[in-house]
């Protein structure tokens, strides 16, 4: 279940209330869990859902009664990525946007 906006390789495909950061995410989700129970935890998507303070924002989904769940690496949207992230022959990028959600992960614990 998507809380942001809707994306694929091509195309944001924006809507009206939709959530504008992983906080509002969050909020969104702690309401859809009140009524249904189907949402104790929330992914986040690197970078989409970038934060300053990976802590605080869990602390935050603490408070709304969620936890941070699976940390995707996007690795389809660059260019840069065009011939993958792990095997990438251009070495500056191989596994760079994994790597930055491996640290994401290890901040959230």
């Known amino acids: 279940m998507g809380f942001r906006e809707f994306r694929d390789r091509f195309k944001v495909f924006t809507q009206d209330g939709v959530a504008r950061n992983p906080y509002e995410k969050l909020e969104d989700a702690a309401q859809v869990h009140r009524f249904t129970g189907v949402t104790p935890s929330v992914a986040l998507h690197i970078p989409w859902d970038r934060v300053e303070d990976y802590a605080h924002l869990a602390k935050h989904a603490a ?22 992230s792990v095997c990438n022959p251009d070495r500056r990028c191989v596994g760079r946007r994994p790597i930055t959600s491996l640290s994401v992960r290890r901040s959230l614990v």
């Open 63 to 84: 408070g709304l009664g969620l936890q941070i769940g699976a940390i995707n690496p996007n690795v389809f949207q660059e260019a840069e990525y065009r011939l993958g």
